[in-house]
């Protein structure tokens, strides 16, 4: 019963370092995103896909890169880590577009750049 | 565009005392209404939702009724338990862009 599984839990990089935050989910679900978590500013929309093959944009999306080329799989790429992405990263997926639908999340991943 | 805001917290209750946060929202179109919750060290759960005006979403205790008149979709307990203890997001289904938009959440803490 995984549904949403991210790794890895903690991570620590120095400036200009890059990393591959890992997400799957066994839910064929066709959606998944990436969200950023920051104290007082909610969680906020980094990158999205709408199913295998397709990315997108959202709020937040510089300084990251996605691909999505399998159902299950949705790797959040930080090409040059930088202080200001410091934060909790959230990996969620739902069935279908998520205005009505239930996003599930996976239990996040904690970044801290030096 | 879209917006959810949120009261401040940290909102401290007592046990079994009544709990109201406030949620009110900003949107074109007919958005869908949602509360998540986050306990200590896990990713955020649904809680409950509302899909249109004066539905009443519920579950655990927890209420909510989208308000449309009001543009409000506010999160009732009427006895909270220590095991309340988390952060309460509101969130946005938008109809137009078919994504999610998060307040700020609202930390409760709920003492003995």
């Known amino acids: 019963n995984a549904g949403v599984t991210q790794t890895p839990k903690f991570q620590v990089l120095k400036t200009g370092q890059s990393m591959t935050l890992q997400c799957a989910q066994d839910m064929n679900h066709e959606y998944m995103s990436w969200y950023r978590q920051d104290p007082g500013m909610g969680l906020r929309l980094i990158h999205y896909?709408?199913?295998?093959?397709?990315?997108d944009q959202g709020e937040v999306p510089n300084g990251y890169n996605v691909s999505r080329s399998t159902t299950e799989d949705f790797p959040l790429r930080l090409l040059s880590a930088a202080p200001s992405q410091t934060s909790v990263y959230f990996c969620?997926?739902?069935?279908?577009?998520?205005?009505?639908?239930?996003?599930?999340f996976g239990e996040g991943s904690r970044l801290t750049v030096l | 565009g879209n917006s959810v805001t949120q009261m401040e917290g940290p909102v401290t209750l007592s046990e079994e005392a009544f709990l109201t946060i406030n949620c009110t929202y900003t949107?074109?179109?007919?958005?869908?209404l949602f509360w998540y919750v986050q306990y200590p060290g896990e990713g955020l759960q649904l809680l409950l939702k509302a899909t249109k005006a004066d539905d009443k979403g519920s579950n655990k205790g927890f209420e909510a009724t989208y308000r449309k008149e009001t543009t409000s979709f506010h999160l009732e307990k009427g006895s909270v338990q220590v095991s309340d203890s988390a952060v309460y997001f509101c969130?946005?289904?938008?109809?137009?862009?078919?994504?999610?938009?998060f307040g700020q959440g609202t930390t409760l803490q709920v003492k003995p």
């Open positions: 896909s709408v199913g295998a093959g397709i990315t």
């Open positions: 969130a946005l289904g938008s109809s137009n862009t078919g994504k999610l938009i």
């Open positions: 969620a997926s739902s069935e279908g577009v998520t205005n009505t639908g239930e996003l599930f």
């Open positions: 949107a074109t179109g007919y958005p869908s």
